[in-house]
Structures are given as structure tokens and as C-alpha cells.
């Protein structure tokens, strides 16, 4: 079985209300990518990665007028993709919601959120995503009331052959500093960021050790806005929060998820980097790459000859002998999709 995950940039922007696609010559929210090139630069790629399942993120709009189920699946239908259903969990208000795109005859999934619901004052004891979780992070007594922008996806799931599974999506909070004025406030902004960053970490940390000490077998993938050693904030709080999520090595080995291009990273900032996003920045005429989007399997599961690929356009051979893939992997998003193949 192949599990992806892809974060698909402005995917919202091509789509109507209806949930139809938007194949005209309209700019799709990409530089300088009309949303009709975007549109076929998605079908390239996603009839490339044929996955079983692919947990999209930022997928389309769920809002009084969108629904993001009709429109993952009408793009699935017009791409004559096998992952042609979709599910979809707590919705967020920020036009970037996380859904699964699936095969029907390989998998059946359902929505199956963990936890407590909570009031505004919160639990500090894993509530449930769409919940407060209450932590204390600057360390002053008074703990922080945190909130998932994006509340993870998670989802119980069961194949065929009789084997069943535990899936999360996350699109963790992002630590640029957005709205900064002056290097004073890029400061401040960005060290918020993170520590809101980390406690969202640590909050799905808790819901993963959960299920590791139940032994069930686990998954969790999307974009964490993070990695080891990506900024300088890091080393006032000594870890990054895909750390945190994975377990150290001071864990029990049965309470450690594993993904290898975050342990390759976690070798050191002279180490050469998987990537997995790619930006360009602006003030410096030149692109920026991230190692961003993991897929994390737990240690049962790590044991059923799990392979990892990051289809990068660049760094992956077979993705760049391929010009037509190539091309679309760098129009679709400015991320690129991260996939395990294990047998399920």
C-alpha cells in the first residue's frame, strides 16, 4: 500500500462553489500560474504518485458555501484517479483543510477523533483536537490556552485483508512571522509562533503515545512547519517539534515513531538536508528548501519493510528523468508530495 501526503498550495482557489474546477486562464494564487496550468500540473502528479491514500493538505474550502468532499472528488473523477473518495474531519476557518483521498477498494476509513472535548479553560490530558489544550511553556505558571488553527485529521482505518490502522493528519502551526514591522517584532512574532508551534507538538505527542502504549499500529504525516535545526529559535527551547513528536532516544523504542529523512536531518545542520518545499525569497533572489512534510510510522509498522520517497524534482532520479513530471512537480505546489510504500 502507498500513503502520501501533499500539501497542495491555493488548492481552495481552484474550485467554484459548487466545487467544480475552475480549468480557465484565471490566476490560481501561485506566482505567475494560471489555474488551468496549475490544474493539469496536479493530475500529472497525482496520477504519478497513484497512491492509495493521500492526506491532502490545505485541500479545498469547507465553509457555508464549499464542501471539500464533493470537490476532492470531482477532481479525483475528471483525473480518472483509483483514490477517488474522500474524508474530511472538524473543519477550520482558514480556506486550508486537511482531507484523505482514498481508494475505496483498498481502504475504509472513518472519522474517529480521540480525546475529551473541552470549554475555553481547557485540559492539559490530550483533549480532543478540535478542544483547548492547556500547557505552560514559558515556564511562569500560568499556562497557555492553545488552539489547533487546523484541528488534526484522524482517522481509523480498515482493509480489506482484515489488517486495521491509525492515521493523522497534521498541518501544524506555521512560525513565520507574519505581520512583523521591524526586526524587533520579527523577534517576538516568530518566538510566539514556535512556542505555539511546539505545544501543538506537544499536544499530538500526547495523543501518540496514547496509541503507541495501546500498541495500535500508527501513522502520522502532513506538514509540521518544522524540522530539525531549521531556525535559530530552536535552541531556546532546545527541540523542534517534529522531535517531539517522534520521541527521543531517551523513549522507550516502543513509544518512538520513525521517519528517515527527519533522522537524516536530526545528523547535523552540515549533514546534506532532504527537502520537501521549496520557496523563493524574494529580497534575496534565490530559493529557500525545507524539509517540512514527514510521514512517521510507528514500530510496528516499521517493520513491514516501509520505503519513503520525496518526489522531488530535483533530488529524486526518477522524477527528474521525466521532464513532464518535473515540470508539474514545480507548477503544482511549493510543496512536493512524501509517500511510504509498506505492505498493509
Keep these: ?27 490560481s494564487g501561485r506566482w505567475d500560474v494560471k489555474r488551468s496550468e496549475q490544474i493539469e500540473a496536479l493530475g500529472i502528479v497525482f496520477t504519478a504518485l497513484d497512491a492509495d491514500g493521500i492526506m491532502i493538505i490545505e485541500a479545498p474550502d469547507e465553509n457555508g458555501r464549499r464542501a471539500t ?35 475505496p477498494d483498498v481502504m475504509t476509513p472513518r472519522h474517529d477523533p480521540q480525546g475529551d472535548q473541552t470549554g475555553k479553560k481547557g485540559s492539559d490530558d490530550a483533549p480532543r ?10 515556564i511562569d505558571s500560568a499556562p497557555e490556552l492553545i488552539k489547533f488553527s487546523k484541528p488534526p485529521l ?17 498541518h501544524a502551526k506555521s512560525k ?35 496509541h503507541l502504549q495501546q ?8 506538514d509540521f512547519n518544522d524540522g530539525p535545526g531549521l531556525d535559530e529559535y530552536e535552541k531556546l527551547f532546545g527541540r523542534s517539534g517534529v522531535e517531539i513528536v517522534l520521541g ?43 524539509l517540512l512534510d514527514y510521514v512517521m510510522v510507528s514500530p510496528d509498522l516499521r517493520q513491514r ?7 522531488h524534482p530535483f533530488d529524486d532520479p526518477g522524477c527528474y528523468r521525466i521532464p513532464e513530471l518535473r515540470d508539474a512537480l514545480l507548477t503544482a505546489s511549493d510543496h512536493f508530495p512524501v509517500s511510504v510504500d509498506l505492505d498493509l
Design 1 to 27: 500500500m502507498r500513503i502520501a501526503t501533499y500539501n497542495v498550495e491555493w488548492f481552495n482557489n481552484l474550485f467554484d462553489d459548487d466545487g467544480v474546477l475552475l480549468d480557465d486562464d484565471g490566476w
Design 69 to 103: 468532499v464533493p470537490a476532492l472528488e470531482a477532481f479525483a473523477k475528471q483525473m480518472d484517479l483509483r483514490a477517488r473518495k474522500a474524508i474530511a474531519g472538524f473543519q477550520n476557518h482558514t480556506q486550508q483543510e486537511i482531507a484523505l483521498l482514498y481508494d
Design 129 to 138: 483536537f478540535d478542544g483547548v489544550f492547556r500547557w505552560d511553556l514559558d
Design 154 to 170: 484522524e482517522l481509523a482505518i480498515d482493509t480489506p485483508g482484515g489488517n486495521s490502522f491509525r492515521m493523522i493528519g497534521v
Design 176 to 210: 513565520a512571522p507574519h505581520g512583523a514591522k521591524n526586526p524587533a517584532e520579527v523577534t517576538r512574532i516568530a518566538i510566539a509562533n514556535r512556542r505555539k508551534q511546539l505545544a501543538q507538538c506537544i499536544w499530538l505527542r500526547q495523543r501518540v503515545e496514547g
Design 215 to 222: 500498541r495500535d499500529p500508527l501513522i502520522v504525516l502532513g
Design 248 to 290: 527521543t532516544d531517551d523513549d522507550d523504542e516502543a513509544l518512538r515513531m520513525f521517519d528517515p529523512n527527519a533522522r537524516e536531518a536530526l545528523q547535523g545542520r552540515l549533514c546534506a538536508q532532504p527537502s520537501t518545499a521549496r520557496f523563493f525569497v524574494t529580497h534575496e533572489n534565490r530559493y529557500l528548501s525545507a
Design 305 to 311: 519493510d516501509p520505503r519513503w520517497r520525496i518526489w
